[in-house]
Each structure stands twice: as C-alpha cells, then as structure tokens.
C-alpha cells in the first residue's frame, strides 16, 4: 500500500529513522523490489545506469555486517567529528545532536537485528575510482540511493542512509561476495517503522546559506 503522501510532504517527511526501525517485522522483498524498480528512473551519468544492488536478509550476513558496523560506529563516537558532540556551545541545537548521538548509538547496537540491509554499488571498471573528479561519479548513484528512500518512505517503510561501515569497506566486500571493480557508496537499513509522526526537520534559514550570482 503506498501512503497518500504529497510530493512536499514526501520529501519533508522522509527522516533518517534509527530507534522507530521495527526490529520484528519481516519486510516482504517484493516490497524491496518495487522501491528499487523505482530508484532505476532515476538519473546516472551518460545514461550508464551502472549501478547495482545489494540486498542482504541472510541472518548471519546481517549480524557480520553489523559488526563491522559496531566497530566503525565506535571510532566514530569517540571522534571530534560525532554527531552528538557538535554544537556543545548552542544549548538549543547541542540538546538535539545528542539525541542524535544517541539513536546512531541505537542503531549500531542493533544493525543485524534490521530486516532488510541494501547496499547501493556502482561499477566502476578495473581501474577503481578516480584520484580527481568523483562527483559525476557518485552522482550516477546517489540519486537513485536517495529514491529508494522515498519509495520506502512512500510504503510505510524506514530507513537510515549510513556509510560508517565502508572504514571496513574490503572485508564487507568478501564478505557478499563483490567483484573487484564493485564500489559501495552506502548501507540503508530498511524495516518497518512504528509511529508515523514524521515531520520536517529544523534547518538554518535558507537565506544564512543561499548565495545569489557569487559568495
């Protein structure tokens, strides 16, 4: 069933969600697929479509996967650079990043318990990614990456675009098995979610960050 969602309210309410991520629901891959089905319409440069999917369900897989995962989440959350340490000197913005501090904690912790994981790849050929200009690149991916979360939005579905697991980017790739020449550009947890109270996000004014005909 596809929720009667608006466009706006489509792309304003699509949330990265962690802790809400329902851990005991199976998630039927058919679904999967209509929301992959989808993110093919979007762009890629040259029209390559080079993109592939990987969707892990296999128990053991999850739980390796998360483990990497755990690991990498841990680096990060003792790091300058964690979520919940930022903005410590604005009280209002710091009680936030610490809530978010604190569902990447949850999701970490809980990864292989997540019904459904899907790795978006490109080929990339032998020669492996470019020393210089990456965006046309990854441009040919993300997009598509990002469709697949509204389409799961848009199926009362949740996710949550991660890339912490790529620190161990070779061994999750032995372990499913990618070809070389096979990039990974992200990990999506999809499951069902419990609560749909969705709503946009606080952001900084357009105006703080728009900048017209120059800086």
Same mark, same amino acid.
């Given at each position: 069933?596809?929720?009667?969602?608006?466009?706006?309210?489509?792309? =304003? =309410? =699509? #949330? /990265?969600?962690?802790? #809400?991520?329902?851990?005991?629901?199976?998630?039927?891959?058919?679904?999967? #697929?209509?929301?992959? =089905?989808?993110?093919?319409?979007?762009?890629? $440069?040259?029209?390559?479509?080079?993109?592939?999917?990987?969707?892990? /369900?296999?128990?053991?897989? #999850?739980?390796?996967?998360?483990?990497?995962?755990?690991?990498?989440?841990?680096?990060?959350?003792?790091?300058?650079?964690?979520? $919940?340490?930022?903005?410590?000197d604005d009280p209002a913005r710091a009680a936030g990043q610490r809530r978010i501090g604190d569902s990447g904690w949850h999701l970490a912790r809980h990864l292989g318990e997540v019904p459904v994981l899907v790795l978006p790849c490109l080929r990339v050929g032998s020669r492996g990614l470019p020393a210089g200009n990456q965006a046309d690149i990854w441009g040919s991916l993300l997009p598509a990456a990002w469709s697949y979360c509204l389409a799961a939005r848009a199926r009362g579905l949740g996710t949550a675009w991660t890339t912490l697991h790529l620190e161990h980017e070779r061994a999750v790739a032995d372990l499913l098995g990618l070809p070389a020449g096979i990039a990974q550009g992200g990990l999506i947890p999809t499951a069902y979610y419990t609560g749909d109270t969705f709503r946009p996000a606080a952001r900084e004014p357009l105006? /703080?960050?728009?900048?017209?005909?120059?800086?």
């Open positions: 069933m596809v929720l009667p969602l608006t466009p706006d309210e489509l792309l =304003t =309410t =699509t #949330r /990265t969600v962690r802790k #809400r991520l329902d851990l005991t629901r199976p998630v039927p891959l058919e679904m999967v #697929r209509e929301c992959l =089905t989808i993110a093919q319409q979007a762009p890629s $440069g040259s029209n390559r479509q080079h993109w592939e999917w990987i969707v892990v /369900t296999d128990a053991a897989r #999850r739980a390796a996967i998360a483990d990497y995962y755990r690991q990498a989440w841990e680096a990060y959350a003792a790091s300058p650079a964690f979520a $919940g340490a930022q903005h410590a105006d /703080t960050v728009l900048h017209l005909d120059r800086w």
